[in-house]
């Protein structure tokens, strides 16, 4: 496809589940961010990563939080122990490159309910 | 510590008038100035950036203005159309050295046009 794509478009898990995320970021792009966005506020920034490797991590809440990009195209963000106040819309983004004029092409986002 | 923030939170406008939305930033170092456009459910989709350099920028209806001396933004909507109702999030990019950008989300603003 021509855009991002995000798997689940809905994903619902009980307190203390593990839950991975997937984002298929626009063929070639080469910078991947993931955002948290909980409702009637912005999208907050969680991580961004430039190829394989994570360049900015400074957005993760806390250590049940960890994405993986191992082969610079497809990134996993993985939550350990989840808990109510995870449920936020996931949304990820990539850009051509990182550089400071880069448009972000957003995906539709993976809505997380934590019961 | 780097806030954007968004007048009004929400508005409710007759089709085919036109509507104007503020931004407000505490962002530095400021590299660029971002406004996009966010369907319910779906991720944003960006309209216009703009440099410390440009005080304008259109792009169809919508119109940007930017002052980077009083740190306020603007988005114009002309003409406005039922397709317009949305959320439209005023991101500013803040540049710490080098290519990588870190962008700073508004909660939006959130707008229906009704017939």
């Known amino acids: 496809g021509a855009g991002v794509s995000q798997t689940p478009s809905n994903k619902v898990t009980e307190k203390g589940k593990y839950v991975e995320l997937r984002c298929d970021p626009i063929?070639?792009?080469?910078?991947l961010y993931w955002y948290r966005q909980s409702l009637g506020q912005g999208p907050e920034f969680l991580i961004y990563?430039?190829?394989?490797?994570?360049?900015?991590d400074s957005g993760l809440p806390n250590d049940r939080f960890f994405a993986v990009r191992p082969e610079g195209s497809v990134s996993t963000l993985k939550i350990q122990r989840t808990e109510r106040g995870d449920s936020a819309v996931y949304l990820c983004?990539?850009?051509?490159?990182?550089?400071?004029?880069?448009?972000?092409?957003f995906g539709p986002g993976t809505r997380l309910t934590v019961l | 510590k780097n806030q954007v923030e968004q007048s009004p939170q929400s508005l409710i406008i007759l089709e085919g008038k036109n509507c104007t939305l503020q931004?407000?930033?505490?962002?530095?170092?400021?590299?660029?100035l971002r406004w996009y456009k966010q369907d319910t459910g779906r991720g944003p989709v960006s309209l216009t950036i703009?440099?410390?350099?440009?005080n304008t920028k259109s792009n169809g209806r919508y119109t940007a203005t930017l002052d980077a001396d009083t740190k306020q933004s603007s988005l114009h909507i002309t003409a406005s159309q039922l397709s317009d109702s949305a959320s439209y999030i005023c991101?500013?990019?803040?540049?710490?050295?080098?290519?990588?950008?870190?962008?700073?989300f508004g909660t939006g603003t959130l707008l229906a046009v009704q017939p």
């Open positions: 983004a990539s850009s051509l490159t990182s550089g400071r004029y880069n448009e972000q092409f």
């Open positions: 063929s070639g792009h080469t910078a």
């Open positions: 990563f430039q190829g394989t490797g994570a360049a900015d």
């Open positions: 931004c407000n930033y505490t962002v530095s170092p400021f590299s660029n």
């Open positions: 703009m440099t410390f350099s440009e």
């Open positions: 991101v500013v990019s803040a540049n710490y050295g080098g290519a990588t950008n870190k962008l700073i």
